[in-house]
């Protein structure tokens, strides 16, 4: 059954774009006014980012608001309260795929649900779960960096290291934001080719058969 019993109706709110444009900046505004609002918020962020304190959501302009770190979309759903109003998620492509499910749950219970995460990796290929929860919430607001090279509007993130791991974590020391002008994605990895040297290797059966 959609909505709370007592008729309020769920949404769920995307705020998605590259590292260093806001996005947790308007994750903690939205969650203030809340609060002001005189909703029960509870906000959650993940355990494998260890870059802020251990209870909150910080900001890289340091805007900071309580929160609970926490390995899985299931250890949500297990903290949740139930008398929550708003629930919170920062940095939500670091969670598992159930994350989506949780999300489109609590808002048919009749919670707002306001999500920040990145929409792209350093590749600048879509980064899930992101943007199947686009696709689902009834707001979504594009957050813009500064290009860190000329200044443009930026929507990448530069990975300024040489690993290939898709999550790593880090800040200023390993990642600045891009314009898709300036950006950089690494070099697509040659793919195998499996077929040739069976190829090969049919053609030389053959050239002994015939001989």
């Known amino acids: 059954m959609r909505g709370a019993p007592d008729g309020r109706a769920g949404w769920i709110e995307v705020i ?22 005189k909703r029960r918020v509870q906000v959650f962020t993940p355990r494998v980012d260890r870059r802020t304190a251990e209870d909150e959501v910080v900001s890289h302009s340091a805007w900071r608001i309580p929160a609970e770190r ?15 109003e708003v629930v919170g998620i920062d940095e939500v492509q670091f969670f598992d795929p159930e994350i989506v499910a949780l999300v489109q749950e609590l808002a048919d219970r009749g919670m707002r649900v306001v999500v920040a995460g990145l929409d792209q990796d350093y590749r ?18 594009k957050t813009l960096a500064v290009c860190a090279r000329c200044g443009a509007p930026a ?18 020391d390993l990642y600045e934001a891009r314009c898709r002008r300036c950006h950089e994605p690494p070099a697509p990895q040659p793919e195998l080719d499996l077929a040739a040297p069976r190829a090969r290797r049919t053609a030389g059966v053959r050239r002994g058969r015939s001989s």
Do not use: C, H, W, Y
């Open 155 to 172: 929507n990448r993130t530069q990975r300024l290291g040489g690993s290939e791991e898709r999550i790593l974590i880090g800040a200023e």
């Open 16 to 37: 998605a774009g590259s590292m260093f444009s806001g996005k947790s900046e308007e994750l903690i505004r939205r969650l203030r006014r809340a609060r002001i609002a």
């Open 124 to 141: 600048g290929v879509p980064f899930e779960p992101v943007p199947q929860l686009m696709a689902l919430a009834e707001e979504v607001t």
């Open 70 to 84: 926490v390995a899985s979309a299931r250890e949500i759903r297990e903290r949740l309260d139930p008398d929550t």
